[in-house]
């Protein structure tokens, strides 16, 4: 077990006594129920547990996605609970970087326009020297002018991953990145994550259900029934496994 601290100690997300309740009255379902957790700048960190344990909540809650009932986010110093929906789009696009199970990629614009539509978007020009490090790293060089149907799955994701980067954001949320892809073109996109979190310096916060890729991530934060169950530091599939089927029993 451990926490969040990195050499930086530095803080990227934090989350303080976070209630979330789906529905009303009978029907009410109390999906995060007082979860406080921290996720250090420039580590991998993976979010697990069991089937309806809070995981996705969790993920959108910390990435201004959805409302909390109460509680506080932290993203860096900034409190997001307190922000208008205008304030939480701006923060949204101007320092998180998403990454979804289903690429989410337009597909009428090429894998360039994809990369750089977010940074377009919020009226910035693109760092060139970053954006070629991004693309060389993520092997996408040959396939900027592609539309997405004419990329692989795992090119469609590596395209993904580049436009959540491309921006330098203060974090990139990942929710089931591998999920619907095989597993050599999973391996590469975990590959990459970690990669930029070590030698790129960002910060990555993943949601899945696979031992092997939490095994990528530097430490795992562990939900059961919407309660923060432990962490695993440097964890391996194997622990992640036993540690699951654990909390599932
Ligand atoms: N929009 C919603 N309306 C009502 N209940 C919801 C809603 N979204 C989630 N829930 C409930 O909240 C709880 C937590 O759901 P959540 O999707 O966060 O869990 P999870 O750990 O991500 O699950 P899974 O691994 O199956 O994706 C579950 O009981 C779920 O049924």
Redesign the pocket.
Known sequence: MAGPDTASGRIAVGAESVVKV??RGASA?P?LDGVTVDFAAGQFSAIM?P????????LHCLAGLDRVDSGQIRIGSTEITTLSDRQTTRLRRDRIGFVFQSFNLLPTLTAEQNILLGLQLAGRRPDRAWLDTVIDVLGLRQRLGHLPGELSGGQQQRVACARALVGQPDVIFADEPTGNLDSRSGTEVLKFLRTSVRELGQTVIM?T?DPVAASYADRVVL?AD?RIAGHLAAPDADTVLSTLTGLAA
């Open positions: 789906y529905g379902v999906a547990g089937s309806g344990s809070g995981k996705s909540t969790l949601v259900h939900l919407g």
